[in-house]
């Protein structure tokens, strides 16, 4: 980005940084996503207030798709973004937040902080400046979503900049995303081998991550298809879909009518990740 004095660069970290988001979950790496994103709300301060005229554009969170997290690990989201300006940017910031309201803390019900400001390669173009910029939100569920689970769900792209006069700007809606608790599913078919038209009773159980407890735990009342492999097929085919138990558990049958592989296959919630069993071959005699 373009050369500015020490002084600028400083003083424009200072209030940007005291300027924008955070919410009831944090990044491990920093604490102070919460109280950030407070201080915005408290202040009452809307993006459309912002006296800058930096825009965003082309927000892409996690290359497009949705963030699955089990309970353990880190996981690197990246994400990309355009910003155009006039004058120039000094600095930009970025978080992920959701909630309904950026300006209300009784809105807000979470906010992760990026690893580090974001990096942006400038380019003049006609009428300003264009910015090219990336960063990385590294984001372990275990101190993030700690305190529960009701995180899961739709978030909203955050960015906030700058310009080399100290003006802000803001936008809190700049991409969407899902977070999701990732889904474990089993499978098992018996008799093992069995003979032909005769019942074959399919056994599993659906689990999902837990962020409170950090272990997976029985997902109740859910949809899976029960689907079918021939051997030496490479395609799968759906018998039935059941539905789990109150525990997450699974129990159907069929007909055994060729050897092949069947499996369980859940297509995960607006909250929930999907998951397949691996298939188990159940021979034919």
Request: proline share 4%; charged share 20%.
């Amino acid at each position: 980005m373009r050369v500015r004095t020490a002084a600028t660069v400083l003083s424009g970290a200072v209030a940007l940084s005291g300027l924008v988001l955070p919410g009831a979950a944090q990044a491990a790496d920093h604490p102070g996503a919460a109280t950030d994103l407070r201080v915005l709300a408290s202040q009452s301060v809307r993006p459309q207030d912002a006296l800058g005229g930096t825009t965003f554009k082309n927000g892409v969170v996690n290359k497009g798709k949705d963030i699955v997290l089990g309970v353990t690990g880190n996981k690197a989201v990246p994400v990309t973004f355009t910003a155009f300006d006039e004058e120039g940017v000094a600095i930009t910031q970025a978080f992920l937040w959701q909630g309904t309201d950026s300006s209300s803390t009784d809105t807000i019900t979470g906010g992760l902080e990026s690893d580090d400001y974001p990096t942006c390669t400038e380019t003049p173009v006609q009428n300003g400046y264009s910015y090219s910029c990336k960063t990385v939100f590294t984001i372990d569920p275990a101190v993030a979503f700690k305190d529960g689970n009701g995180t899961a769900g739709a978030w909203k792209l955050f960015l906030g900049a700058y310009d080399l006069y100290a003006n802000a700007s803001y936008d809190d809606d700049v991409a969407r995303t899902k977070i999701k608790r990732a889904a474990k599913l089993t499978a098992n078919a018996s008799p093992e081998p069995v003979k032909k038209g005769k019942t074959i009773t399919v056994t599993g159980k659906l689990s999902r991550a837990n962020w409170t407890t950090g272990k997976y735990a029985g997902y109740a009342t859910q949809p899976v298809k029960l689907q079918f492999r021939k051997k030496g097929s490479n395609t799968y085919t759906t018998l039935k879909t059941v539905k789990t138990s109150s525990t997450g558990t699974l129990s159907t049958t069929t007909k055994a009518g060729s050897d092949g592989y069947y499996r369980f296959v859940f297509a995960g919630t607006t909250t929930t990740g999907s998951a397949t069993a691996p298939g188990d071959f159940v021979d034919v005699r």
